[in-house]
């Protein structure tokens, strides 16, 4: 099967404003073109130790080897990028880092300078099961995401990711005198009563162990090795901005945030520097857009393109949703 030329574009049946854009190249190069304050919520898991040569493609920004994990190397080419994602965030918005126990505590040093300690919110654990062991440590079982705010009266909408609370809790449940039941705890040394109805749930904690990695043989998977569960992702896009706000990724891999931004009717840019990542990225915003057509909310469509215009050629893909058929991409409007 030849592989779809770029530019292109993926049609829904939304004739209406602006298309989505899916990007072939290096963020570097496609964050420069941005408007500040245009982008209402970042969100990157950035690569580490991947045995690969990292580069801008305008060469603006040093070469860096990957091959062995240098976090001083990593965090000084990671760096320019954070920079110029804080410049096009808007003075709401937010910057979720997603890391590992190899390279955070570097990448947080980095964003303390760059945003200031005060606009540090949380640090957020995601706790899995999936995994190696190791008969000489403890289990290393969870992500860091690092979530920095552009200015102090960041977007919030903790409403929107609430969790159902536990019935088998230390609080005792009561029916008020509104008939409403609510879990109840008295503190011993002051006697006040805290009360929370029970169907309201409770905002998640700064460590999240309610979602699992994908295991080997997961629906979502695509084959792609560091992808993470849309269900992570979507509850930083819930939790950070409303419907019509503008969510970039700048290291999509297959395309989860995308994905999660197209299905919850946010904007999206996405951009990663491997073909094989957009073109899998590509398949799935064909299949969750095609989807939400079918049941009457048809998204944005989705112009794929390289970073500066470029013709590219992107491969097939060897995994993931409809793997092996023809890709409907279309050539893009003039």
């Given at each position: 099967m030849l592989g779809a030329k770029l530019p292109a574009r993926l049609g829904f049946g939304d004739g209406g404003g602006e298309p989505?854009?899916?990007v072939l190249g290096d963020n570097a190069d496609v964050l420069a073109e941005l408007p500040s304050e245009s982008l209402d919520l970042v969100y990157i898991d950035p690569p580490f130790g991947t045995g690969r040569a990292r580069t801008s493609g305008a060469g603006r920004l040093s070469k860096y080897e990957d091959g062995k994990g240098d976090p001083d190397a990593f965090t000084a080419w990671l760096s320019p990028r954070l920079e110029a994602m804080r410049r096009a965030l808007d003075a709401s918005g937010s910057l979720f880092v997603h890391l590992d126990y190899r390279a955070v505590h570097y990448v947080k040093v980095a964003l303390d300078r760059l945003f200031g300690r005060e606009r540090f919110v949380n640090e957020i654990i995601?706790?899995?099961s999936v995994g190696g062991?190791?008969?000489?440590?403890?289990?290393?079982?969870?992500?860091t995401i690092l979530w920095y705010a552009k200015t102090r009266d960041y977007a919030f909408f903790p409403d929107a990711v609430r969790l159902p609370r536990k019935p088998a809790s230390h609080m005792r449940v009561v029916k008020?005198?509104?008939?409403v039941l609510y879990q109840e705890k008295t503190d011993r040394k002051t006697g006040k009563v805290y009360r929370y109805p029970a169907d309201a749930g409770k905002l998640p904690d700064d460590w999240w162990a309610d979602i699992e990695t994908l295991n080997r043989g997961d629906r979502q998977r695509t084959g792609w090795p560091t992808q993470k569960p849309e269900?992570?992702?979507?509850?930083?896009?819930r939790a950070a901005t409303l419907p019509g706000a503008v969510v970039a990724d700048g290291f999509c891999g297959s395309g989860t945030t995308a994905v999660v931004a197209?299905?919850?009717?946010?904007?999206f840019l996405a951009v990663?520097?491997?073909p094989e990542a957009v073109a899998r990225a590509a398949d799935r915003l064909r299949v969750c857009g095609e989807a939400l057509a079918r049941a009457g909310s048809p998204p944005p469509d989705v112009v794929v393109e390289t970073a500066g215009g470029a013709p590219a050629e992107?491969?097939?893909p060897a995994h993931g949703p409809k793997a092996g058929s023809t890709r409907q991409l279309a050539p893009p409007e003039q």
């Amino acid at each position: 099967m030849l592989g779809a030329k770029l530019p292109a574009r993926l049609g829904f049946g939304d004739g209406g404003g602006e298309p989505n854009r899916l990007v072939l190249g290096d963020n570097a190069d496609v964050l420069a073109e941005l408007p500040s304050e245009s982008l209402d919520l970042v969100y990157i898991d950035p690569p580490f130790g991947t045995g690969r040569a990292r580069t801008s493609g305008a060469g603006r920004l040093s070469k860096y080897e990957d091959g062995k994990g240098d976090p001083d190397a990593f965090t000084a080419w990671l760096s320019p990028r954070l920079e110029a994602m804080r410049r096009a965030l808007d003075a709401s918005g937010s910057l979720f880092v997603h890391l590992d126990y190899r390279a955070v505590h570097y990448v947080k040093v980095a964003l303390d300078r760059l945003f200031g300690r005060e606009r540090f919110v949380n640090e957020i654990i995601w706790c899995y099961s999936v995994g190696g062991k190791s008969r000489r440590s403890f289990g290393k079982k969870h992500d860091t995401i690092l979530w920095y705010a552009k200015t102090r009266d960041y977007a919030f909408f903790p409403d929107a990711v609430r969790l159902p609370r536990k019935p088998a809790s230390h609080m005792r449940v009561v029916k008020g005198e509104d008939g409403v039941l609510y879990q109840e705890k008295t503190d011993r040394k002051t006697g006040k009563v805290y009360r929370y109805p029970a169907d309201a749930g409770k905002l998640p904690d700064d460590w999240w162990a309610d979602i699992e990695t994908l295991n080997r043989g997961d629906r979502q998977r695509t084959g792609w090795p560091t992808q993470k569960p849309e269900r992570l992702v979507d509850r930083i896009v819930r939790a950070a901005t409303l419907p019509g706000a503008v969510v970039a990724d700048g290291f999509c891999g297959s395309g989860t945030t995308a994905v999660v931004a197209q299905r919850l009717g946010r904007r999206f840019l996405a951009v990663d520097a491997e073909p094989e990542a957009v073109a899998r990225a590509a398949d799935r915003l064909r299949v969750c857009g095609e989807a939400l057509a079918r049941a009457g909310s048809p998204p944005p469509d989705v112009v794929v393109e390289t970073a500066g215009g470029a013709p590219a050629e992107l491969p097939p893909p060897a995994h993931g949703p409809k793997a092996g058929s023809t890709r409907q991409l279309a050539p893009p409007e003039q």
